[in-house]
């Protein structure tokens, strides 16, 4: 298995990672939240509400595949596992007003391409 270079453009890697992890943690807690506190009262026929569970779900599979994947190894990080990472971030479902995302995606997509150089 191909390994990769250890620099600073992978721990940038490892970094903004961890970030992005974090931050589908921290976006399925506020929907969550704002789910929990919808007014009931027009909740059946409410298209935000709708949006609000589309968001969760969107952001629940997300986050599911990202825990699959892992934090990046601790040693030298191998090929295999960059491109499942690469592989992923570059099929993520767009999410139009999550502008942190939308960052941390572009981020790491750039940080994972310098470090394969």
């Known amino acids: 298995m191909e390994s990769i270079r250890k620099d600073a453009s992978s721990d940038a890697v490892a970094e903004l990672w961890a970030m992005f992890r974090k ?3 921290v976006r399925i807690r ?3 939240e704002e789910i929990a506190h919808y007014p009931t009262p ?35 990080a191998d090929a295999d596992w960059f491109q499942r990472v690469s ?4 099929d993520l479902e767009p999410c139009g007003d999550d502008d942190i995302e ?11 391409a310098q470090v394969r150089g």
């Open 87 to 90: 592989d992923y971030v570059t």
């Open 102 to 112: 939308t960052a941390l995606r572009s981020r790491l997509v750039n940080s994972m």
């Open 42 to 76: 027009i909740a059946r026929c409410d298209e935000q509400l709708t949006k609000l569970l589309e968001q969760r779900a969107r952001v629940f599979r997300q986050e599911k595949v990202a825990a699959e994947l892992g934090p990046m190894p601790v040693r030298d």
């Open 30 to 32: 506020e929907i969550n």
């Open 23 to 25: 931050h589908l943690a």
